[in-house]
């Protein structure tokens, strides 16, 4: 099992900047790649970037691509999602989630075992 915990959504004005944090317990043995996903009211969860626990670089979606950056603490349990110029279409809950899958790095909601409860980042115009 592993326990997946985000924090540092909130409230910002267009073109602002948040910092997102996912904090894993339990059996984080670095054979994860840990996502980070989004969901806004009536949308499907989508892919925002993922990086597999054990090294490498991280992998977006295009439109995160040069506003946001993730990133892995020196602590080696967290990992974070910097957001900058951040626009009202990105309101949304925001949720780190565990996959056992490391021979690529995951995209899709399926491919991933464990999920937190989200943070909710809104984005005011």
Do not use: D, H, K, M
């Given at each position: 099992q592993v326990q997946l915990v985000e924090s540092g959504g909130g409230l910002v004005q267009a073109v602002g900047s948040?910092?997102?944090?996912?904090?894993?317990?339990?059996?984080?043995?670095?054979?994860?790649?840990?996502?980070?996903?989004?969901?806004?009211?009536?949308?499907?969860?989508?892919?925002?970037?993922?990086?597999?626990?054990?090294?490498g670089n991280p992998a977006y979606a295009d439109s995160a691509k040069g506003r946001f950056t993730m990133s892995r603490g020196n602590a080696g349990n967290t990992v974070y999602l910097q957001a900058n110029n951040l626009k009202p279409e990105d309101t949304a809950v925001y949720y780190c989630a565990a996959s056992p899958v490391v021979s690529f790095t995951p995209s899709r909601p399926a491919d991933y075992d464990y999920w937190g409860q989200g943070t909710q980042v809104t984005v005011s115009s």
């Open positions: 948040l910092r997102l944090s996912c904090l894993a317990s339990g059996r984080t043995s670095r054979s994860y790649a840990i996502g980070w996903f989004l969901q806004a009211p009536v949308e499907e969860r989508e892919f925002v970037a993922a990086i597999n626990w054990s090294g």
